[in-house]
C-alpha cells in the first residue's frame, strides 16, 4: 500500500491489477473432506484449533494412516508382459495405536452427573458406530471434554453403554462383535503356562525313595540341577502336594507289609 502511495506521490502510472479468478471447483472439491482436518468454515484458522480438535484431528489421521490401502489388480493383456506376479501375503501383525494423553478431573473435585448432558451425542455416536467399546468411547469423550471426568468414570458408562446396546437389539437393531484397540503387539491373556513334573515324577519317586528324609524344597533343588531352566520356585507348591501324597502312600503300604508279616507269623504253628 506505502509503495501504491509514494508512486501516486511521483505522477507515476499504476499498473492495472487484474485479479485472478478464483477456482471454485477446487473449492467446492475441498469442502467433502474439510471435516477430517477439524475445519467448520473456510476461514477457519490451526493456530485457533481448541485443544480437543487437535487431539481429534491428530487421532483421525491416525486412523486414516492404519486404514489398508486397496490396490487395483493390474490385468494381463498380452503374453508379452510375461507370467503374472504374485502380491505378497498380508502380513498378520496389526497395527498398533497410540493411546492419546487424556486429561482428567481434579482428584477429590465431585463430578455430578457426568453423561447426563452430554447422552445424547453418546447415544448419536454408539448409533454410528454400535460396535466401539466402552473404554474407546471414553477416550473420545475425555478428549472432547479435557478435565470433566475421573478415570473410575469408565465403569458408569459402561454400565450405561451396556444398557443401551440392550434396548437396541430389542428394537431390531444388528449389533456387530465388539473390535478392541491394539496399543502394542504383546499377547493377550497369560503367559506361557510352566513346565509340569509329570514328565519326571517317576524319577523324583525314585530319589524319594533313596532319599525319603528329604523334604520337597530339596527334591526342587535337586532336579533343578539335572535339567537346569525347566523348573522354577513355582513349582515348589505342586511338589509339596506330591510329596504329601506320595508319603501317605508309602506309609500305608508299610503298614499293609507289616500286616501280612504278623498274619504270616501267627499263621505258623508252634513247636
Known amino acids: 500500500m506505502q509503495a501504491h502511495l509514494v508512486a501516486l506521490a511521483d505522477g507515476e502510472e499504476l499498473p492495472i491489477a487484474t485479479p485472478e479468478p478464483p477456482d471454485l471447483s477446487g473449492f467446492i472439491a475441498s469442502l467433502s473432506g474439510a471435516w477430517r482436518a477439524g475445519e467448520v468454515r473456510p476461514t477457519f484458522s490451526g493456530d485457533t484449533k481448541p485443544r480437543y480438535l487437535r487431539s481429534l484431528q491428530a487421532m483421525v489421521q491416525t486412523d486414516l494412516r492404519n486404514m489398508p490401502n486397496k490396490a487395483v489388480p493390474l490385468v494381463n493383456t498380452g503374453s508379452s508382459l510375461g507370467p503374472p506376479t504374485q502380491s505378497p501375503p498380508l502380513s498378520s501383525v496389526k497395527p498398533v495405536i497410540e493411546r492419546p494423553a487424556l486429561i482428567y478431573a481434579t482428584p477429590g473435585k465431585p463430578v455430578y452427573h457426568a453423561f447426563t448432558m452430554i447422552w445424547p451425542l453418546i447415544c448419536r455416536r454408539l448409533e454410528g458406530c454400535p460396535s466401539i467399546t466402552s473404554a474407546q468411547l471414553f477416550d473420545e469423550l475425555c478428549v472432547q471434554f479435557p478435565g470433566r471426568f475421573h478415570p473410575k468414570h469408565v465403569n458408569r458408562l459402561a454400565k450405561r453403554v451396556k444398557q443401551w446396546r440392550q434396548d437396541a437389539r430389542a428394537r431390531g437393531v444388528v449389533i456387530p462383535p465388539t473390535k478392541y484397540r ?90
Not at 491373556?189 to 513346565?195: E, K, L, M, S
Not at 527334591?219 to 540341577?225: D, G, V
Not at 513349582?235 to 506330591?242: F, G, I, K, V, W
Request: hydrophobic share 30%.
Open 182 to 271: 491394539h496399543f502394542s503387539n504383546k499377547p493377550r491373556g497369560p503367559g506361557v503356562a510352566p513346565y509340569s513334573c509329570t514328565a519326571h515324577w517317576q524319577e523324583m519317586t525314585q530319589w524319594l525313595e533313596e532319599h525319603p528324609d528329604q523334604t520337597a524344597v530339596e527334591l526342587l533343588t535337586e532336579f533343578q540341577a539335572r535339567y537346569p531352566g525347566l523348573y522354577r520356585h513355582s513349582h515348589l507348591s505342586t511338589l509339596r502336594r506330591r510329596v504329601q501324597v506320595w508319603r501317605r502312600e508309602a506309609i500305608q503300604r508299610l503298614i499293609c507289609k507289616l500286616q501280612e508279616h504278623s498274619h504270616d507269623v501267627s499263621s505258623k504253628p508252634i513247636g
